[in-house]
Nanobody, 129 residues
Framework: QVQLMESGGGSVQAGGSLRLSCAAS????????MGWFRQAAGMERVGVAA????????FYVDSVEGRFTISQDNAKKTLYLEMNSLKPEDTAIYYC??????????????????????WGQGTQVTVSS
């Protein structure tokens, strides 16, 4: 059974840092791309960062560029999101996602929600001012 399990969320003050982890299990073969999404209260879920697992190419939404870093440990089948210089507007539930639909959208829409068909349960990140 495919499973994605996020951890590392919590509450921090503005300017602080958090590191999210996503442990993947049950995949028959490794996913061509993975991503982090977030959903703030009353808002739609949006892509924050993505990585093509073969090349290691990374993609970020403009609002987190330079502050967040997505990375992977293929041996541990774990995805990470290092978040620095956190702002109150980063407050959201953060979701890990994996693509098992084929690599096409990993090239054209790496931050698109429709690119991913497996999702974790989410972890809350709260940034106070």
């Amino acid at each position: 059974q495919v499973q994605l399990m996020e951890s590392g969320g919590g509450s921090v003050q503005a300017g602080g840092s958090l590191r999210l982890s996503c442990a993947a299990s049950g995949f028959a073969y490794w996913t061509p791309c993975m991503g982090w999404f977030r959903q703030a209260a009353g808002m739609e879920r949006v892509g924050v960062a993505a990585i093509r697992t073969g090349s290691g190419s990374t993609f970020y939404v403009d609002s987190v560029e330079g502050r967040f870093t997505i990375s992977q440990d293929n041996a541990k089948k774990t995805l990470y999101l290092e978040m620095n210089s956190l702002k109150p507007e980063d407050t959201a539930i953060y979701y890990c996602a994996a693509n098992m639909l084929g690599s096409g959208n990993c090239y054209t829409k790496p931050l698109g929600e429709q690119t991913y068909n497996y999702w974790g349960q989410g972890t809350q990140v709260t940034v106070s001012s």
